[in-house]
């Protein structure tokens, strides 16, 4: 049986992505991305799904940062359509509700219900958490906004379903293995994932890049970040739409290689159905 390792608890939306990618798996739930990765690095965890991107909130912190250090391989992505309900012990009324419990980003995602009711906020680590919160202190005042899933697991009563300010809150989680198991090349929509540093020569990062645009290459993500004092080239993390065994691909690569220290595919895998959509 595969373990899927995930950051949060039962009830999260990590949660839910893992059991939508994995129905028949064993749930592995951490306290922090760390702990998530490491569950597979250390083997105690087969896979791990860790959320990058929300469409509201925008990248996931730090998270970038651990991938190229994880040693781990990108395997699939998924995207998750995030629906927040506001929830309190069974009996709560919303005239009673004073403190409303949630993760910060929750918290930044459902702003509107928060102006209309006037209430304070307290930041949990995680949503399912605040929910579980809730029904420990058994206090009507207190309600959470957390997944439709935590209000059945936590015994709690829905007091408004689907609160988020924006329909299309989406977030792109992907699943990391040990394994680099690469999609074959089969024309179908894939994405490659990588990482480079760039030598420490002037205009390197537009003479690295210029090969996808030359080779008519969609990067659909760039993130940089610094290691060390600021001293050190800068490090970039990359999406790209195509597969290395393309050809346009492999030009691009060809190039990036030519201008960069180190260049470290870190997962090709197929696209999800969702990009289509968009």
């Not at 250090?69 to 995030?82: K, Q, T």
Request: aromatic share 8%; charged share 20%.
């Amino acid at each position: 049986m595969t373990t899927a390792a995930y950051q949060g608890e039962p009830g999260s939306n990590s949660a839910t992505a893992a059991r939508a990618l994995f129905p028949e798996a064993r749930d592995w739930p951490c306290t922090s991305f760390e702990q998530a990765l490491d569950a597979v690095t250390l083997g105690a965890a087969d896979v791990a799904v860790i959320p990058v991107d929300n469409s509201a909130a925008g990248r996931v912190a730090d998270v970038h940062h651990l991938l190229p250090e994880s040693g781990l391989f990108i395997v699939a992505e998924y995207f998750l359509a995030i629906r927040f309900d506001l929830m309190a012990v069974p009996g709560t009324t919303l005239d009673q509700v004073e403190c409303v419990r949630s993760h910060v980003h929750a918290l930044g995602q459902c702003r509107k219900i928060l102006r209309e009711g006037g209430w304070r906020t307290l930041v949990s680590d995680d949503t399912a958490g605040a929910a579980r919160e809730v029904a420990e202190v058994g206090d009507p005042r207190h309600a959470a906004l957390a997944p439709p899933a935590a209000a059945e697991l936590y015994g709690l009563e829905v007091l408004r379903a689907e609160v988020e300010d924006d329909p299309d809150n989406t977030t792109r989680f992907v699943v990391l293995s040990r394994d680099a198991a690469f999609a074959p090349h089969t024309g179908e929509p894939t994405m490659t994932s990588l990482f480079f540093c760039v030598r420490n020569i002037p205009s390197a990062l537009y003479k690295a890049l210029g090969g996808f645009a030359s080779s008519g290459v969609n990067l659909t993500k760039i993130e940089s970040y610094q290691i060390g004092a600021g001293l050190n080239p800068s490090r970039f993390y990359v999406e790209i739409e195509g597969h290395p065994d393309d050809e346009r691909v492999a030009l691009a690569l060809h190039e990036l290689r030519f201008f960069s220290s180190e260049v470290r595919i870190l997962g090709v895998y197929p696209a999800h159905p969702h990009r289509a959509r968009s």
